[in-house]
């Protein structure tokens, strides 16, 4: 599996399992056969609520004797309401007991949103802290202090757009190691793709298929599914590639890393096969030339300008 050098000196797969909207029932399954067909890279999160069930896979996988702790990569996200510095390492520390690891190969603040942990509900901006209350560069740094303890090897952030990954840089002094964001042939992102590269930042791509299975309520009514894209099914066939397959090797051609998500053996090979597969430069550009722009995760009840974000645009 290729890998990339972060900005710490810690080396990353380029490719990873994504588990977001994998069930609880079918995950660790999921992951316990990916590790087995050659996958080093696990992405999970706090939030998914399905980190015990990844965490039996990866142990699963372990005792096989499949791949040994040292050749696996396993990111984790600190959730929204563990923000205030005191709280970030419970957040890490629940992350890292419920998926059985003493470590996390790398940890990501999950959003730039600080979520008041005693609401229960967060769609008001009184639910928030804002971001004079509690500054990202304040969680970061918190973040900073656990690759200190050993707790994780490197650090980062995900949803951060350029002006609130050059605050937090500007703020702690320093960069992170990687930014996770959504992206593939809708949401290319090519502005923020050039200033995470000048800086050293690797990118992770979420939602590299157009993420199909989230829930109804976060879909909109006339969305255009990324895998049903006819160019994409075009370009696909020319290079001998599934849709699927295809998506993952344009993500991995102009240098992202990508974590598409499955739960089906069958699609978890099919997918892994495509991290190998060197794209043609006609269909690396075919693909760079779709014009149609979509965001399939949009996080609208959280925008609260002046709270939750500064300026135009919560992604700006
Ligand atoms: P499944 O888990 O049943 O395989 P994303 O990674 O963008 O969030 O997309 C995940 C969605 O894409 C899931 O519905 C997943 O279904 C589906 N998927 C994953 N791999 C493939 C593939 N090779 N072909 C078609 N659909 C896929």
Redesign the pocket.
Known sequence: MKTVTLNDGNTMPVFGL?T???PKGEVSKAVAEALKVGYTHVDAAWIYQNEQEVGEGISEAMKAGVIARESLFVTSKLWNSFHQPEAVEKGCQESLNALGLDYLDLYLMHWPIAFKPEKSQHNQPEDFYSLGELPLSKTFEAMVQLREKGLVKSVGVSNFSRSKIEKVIAETGVVPAVNQVEM?PYNPQNELLDYCREKGIQVTA????????RPASMKAKDEPPL?ENEDVIAIARKENL????LLIAWAIDRGTIA??????AE?IA??LAAAEHSLSAEARTALDNISIRYRYVSVSSWYFPGVTYEGEDFWS
Request: aromatic share 8%; charged share 20%.
């Open positions: 994504g977001w909207k994998s593939h979420y939602s590299p298929l157009g993420s199909g299975d895998l599934s849709p699927a397959q974590i598409p998500k499955s739960t089906n699609r099919e997918n």
